[in-house]
């Protein structure tokens, strides 16, 4: 083997093993924090919840459905990503939440392509 070849190999394998552990490389757009915030007793219901994303997502590709203790999805009127930040989900509400438990399912893409989805629950007192 050639010095050029065993230089140039020692190059490319340098390379994939810092992608490999770089953590901007395995990043995804995971759920960093909510409000309601997850597994809450609230006093008041709320009129939007808030759901804020460890990187930018794709809004057109990124929803949130809310579901009572019956199983029944809840309509919202309106669900927007902030364009000055876009890792943060606004869910505006139809109506105001009955006392009871909620569980939130949201979905994003992520700019990097990755899809994502999860849940979380909170109940209003």
């Known amino acids: 083997m050639t010095l ?15 992608m490999a552990f770089s953590p901007s490389v395995w990043a995804h757009a995971h759920l960093k924090s909510q409000i309601p915030a997850a597994d809450s007793i609230v006093e008041t219901a709320p009129d939007t919840l808030m759901l804020t994303f460890s990187e930018n997502i794709e809004p057109a590709f990124s929803g949130v459905e809310i579901v009572d ?4 999805s809840l309509s919202v009127s309106n669900t927007s990503v902030m364009p000055e930040t876009r890792n943060q989900m606004n869910v505006t509400l139809t109506k105001p939440l009955a006392s009871g438990r909620y569980q939130v399912n949201w979905h994003v893409l992520s700019v990097d392509g ?8 909170f109940a209003v007192k």
């Open 4 to 18: 050029k070849l065993k230089i140039w190999l020692g190059g490319a394998l340098l390379s994939v093993t810092a």
């Open 114 to 121: 990755h899809k994502l989805k999860g849940s979380y629950r």
């Open 69 to 72: 203790d019956a199983r029944q």
